[in-house]
Each structure stands twice: as C-alpha cells, then as structure tokens.
C-alpha cells in the first residue's frame, strides 16, 4: 500500500463505523490522531463467537484514496488461536480480482486466498459489511474448524 494518499476525514468515518460494532472496545488512530496512518480497534474476547481469551484480539484498518478503486486493508488477528483474517484491495493477488480475502489458522502453514466482490461501495458500508461477515461468519467458522 504505497500509492494514494491518506486522508483522515476517512479515518474519523471509519472508527465511527468501528465505534458501532458491539464486539469493540475502543478504537484509535495510529501512530496518533495527528498522523491518522490507520486506525486500531481491540476487540472484547468475550464478545465474539465463540469466546475467546484471555487476550484482546485486534482489527487494524489501512485506508488509502488510489483512484479509480481505494486500497484497503481490513485486518482482524486472535493471538488466543492464532488466527488471522483479512480483506485486501491492492496490488498483492491481482489474479484474485481487485480485492481478496484471507486467512490463516494456526494448524495450517500457509495463508488461504480467495477473490471476493463486495456489495458496499462506500469506504463506511464497506467496512460495515466486512465486520458483519468477520464477526457472524468468519470467527464463528473458521477458528472452530480443523
């Protein structure tokens, strides 16, 4: 994520969305809210399905205005079960499409891909709509499944 520009008026959007989700706790903009680089959430374990703990899994959001299509990474980690997730709009896996998702379990040695096709085109409903599948479908799946 190199090309584009940042801009923090997204950023003040998107940690509202973040705000919303009822499995965060707090969200902040890193490296402050001066620079406003990406924003940093950190999740109650207890509130994601299936309970997690006892450390805070963490979801960071990188943001940068590249038209025609914004670059993004949307990241969600679980150091509980070593568990990784994200959706990704860059330059990374172009034969995917323009965006892919990801994971990894701790049993497995590499990372799953695949090519995604999102139905928000804003930067807030796209964020929305990849919390709503992290947090009733991704987690409840994949960090259960071997």
Request: hydrophobic share 35%.
């Amino acid at each position: 994520m190199n090309r584009g520009s940042e801009n923090p008026a997204i950023y003040r959007t998107l940690k509202d969305v973040l705000e919303r989700q009822a499995e965060v706790v707090s969200v902040w903009f890193e490296p402050d809210a001066i620079q406003k680089r990406y924003l940093a959430a950190e999740i109650e374990p207890q509130r994601v399905v299936p309970p997690t703990g006892p450390e805070s899994p963490q979801l960071e959001v990188h943001w940068k205005l590249t038209p025609p299509h914004d670059e993004f990474r949307i990241d969600y980690a679980d150091p509980n079960v070593g568990f990784h997730c994200g959706w990704h709009q860059d330059e990374d896996h172009t034969d995917l499409g323009a965006a892919h998702f990801q994971y990894q379990t701790a049993w497995m040695e590499t990372p799953h891909y695949e090519g995604v096709v999102f139905e928000a085109a804003s930067p807030p409903k796209l964020l929305w709509e990849c919390c709503g599948e992290l947090f009733e479908d991704v987690v409840p799946n994949y960090t259960t499944e071997r």
